[in-house]
């Protein structure tokens, strides 16, 4: 394969933080507007309302896991191991972050965040088995 298709899957979780970001600034500014927040009160940001919390917390997550999937794809692009099956863990990574998101920003119910986290997790830790695999293979 070794195009540019593994970094679709990368485009698309850069998509996914941008979104957050921008429901994190619609969550603030609603409320600050309903007065249960100073805007100045963002900048040590101690006592920020539940309604955003979630989404702060959800975009933070973005930063961490997914750190290791963006080295992931692009070490897979390096070896030229980002062919059929490396795209489509990467794609199922990004999917599963998305479906997480989701979960996170509306209910935040840890009975379906969890498993999908988990099967991130995983999903991720084949994308690196492969890439090791690759690497002493080739």
């Known amino acids: 394969m070794t195009g540019y298709q593994i970094f679709w899957p990368l485009l698309a979780h850069v998509a996914l933080v941008y979104g957050i970001y921008a429901l994190l600034g619609t969550r603030r500014a609603k ?7 100073e ?4 900048r040590e940001n101690r006592d920020e309302p539940a309604e955003s919390l979630v989404v702060k917390n959800c975009l933070a997550n973005q930063f961490e896991l997914p750190v290791l999937f963006y080295a992931c794809c692009v ?4 070896t030229e191991a980002d062919n059929l099956v490396s795209v489509c863990l990467a794609w199922t990574f ?9 979960i996170h920003v509306t209910s ?6 969890s498993p999908i986290f988990a099967a991130g997790y995983l999903v991720l830790a084949v994308m690196w088995g492969w890439l090791a695999i690759w690497m002493a293979v080739g």
Not at 31 to 37: L, Q, S
Not at 39 to 42: A, D, I, R, V
């Open 31 to 37: 409320m600050v507007r309903a007065g249960k927040i």
């Open 39 to 42: 805007q100045s009160e963002y």
């Open 108 to 113: 935040n119910d840890l009975r379906y965040r």
């Open 75 to 78: 070490l897979l692009y390096v």
């Open 94 to 102: 990004v999917i599963l972050r998305y479906a997480h998101a989701a």
